[in-house]
């Protein structure tokens, strides 16, 4: 059994009982008890779960609600090289979901003029702004009931906007990826949205900066799915990486 495949089933054992001990790993796995501190020193060390005496526990991250202003000037440089990686897989004459949130506008600024034809739908405000400048784009505000914190719409009418409209590509920004949640989010209100637009698009690119995988946020918006396009930033480890690998998820990096 290959490291990465004796990391993997150690992390979802974690996942289901929150604990392991290395006596249970040993009698699992065709391999030294040397070996097995080895793995739980490198999953330890990339974040996934803390060692104990006799063995390890689980660090499942539940990361915290922050309003929109204050993760403006959070991982500001990871996010700007998201939208790159994003922008590349965009092209001229597309028709584009855009969630939001602060990567979503990183994404609006970064392709704000680069294209000759594009068609932006989105319930961002703030995305809508930015984009509204360029004179030769066509814009698709959703409307509905607007969210002041987050600088966007939500609600039935924003929802039954994205069900009667089709997009070429949808970039969903989660605040959370991970093998146990999926792809989840903090806001009751938008979580409909969200799952509308992976419902409207033809294909689906979920971005999340590096330390958004392994975490889980309140409200699961789907299950991973291998034919998305997940893009994230190079500081994700190779060892998480080869984990999701093993669960048919891909990280595209710049």
């Not at 719409?153 to 949640?181: E, I, N």
């Not at 699961?220 to 060892?239: Q, R």
């Amino acid at each position: 059994m290959l490291a990465s495949e004796r990391k993997l089933k150690i992390i979802e054992l974690l996942e289901q009982k929150h604990s392991v001990t290395v006596s249970e790993l040993t009698a699992l796995f065709p391999v030294s008890l040397e070996t097995v501190r080895r793995d739980l020193e490198s999953l330890e060390k990339d974040g996934l779960l803390k060692r104990v005496y006799g063995g390890a526990v689980s660090v499942k991250k539940m990361k915290n609600y922050e309003r929109l202003s204050s993760r403006s000037s959070e991982n500001i440089k990871e996010k700007q090289l998201l939208a790159q990686t994003a922008a590349s897989l965009i092209h001229s004459g597309d028709i584009i979901m855009i969630d939001g949130g602060t990567t979503a506008i990183s994404l609006a600024e970064y392709i704000s003029g680069r294209f000759k034809e594009l068609t932006v739908i989105t319930h961002s405000l703030a995305v809508f702004r930015i984009l509204s400048r360029q004179p030769d784009y066509k814009l698709i505000l959703t409307g509905g009931q607007f969210f002041s914190d987050e600088e966007a719409f939500f609600g039935h009418l924003a929802v039954d906007t994205l069900r009667q409209l089709h997009a070429d590509k949808c970039f969903l920004m989660p605040s959370a990826v991970s093998l146990h949640m999926g792809i989840s989010d903090f806001m009751e209100e938008f979580i409909p949205l969200q799952r509308q637009m992976l419902l409207s698009a033809d294909k689906v690119f979920v971005l999340a900066d590096s330390s958004k995988i392994g975490t889980d946020a309140m409200m699961k918006i789907a299950p991973l799915d291998p034919s998305y396009t997940y893009i994230t930033d190079a500081g994700l480890p190779e060892d998480i990486r080869d984990i999701y690998r093993q669960h048919g998820i891909e990280f595209v990096t710049e």
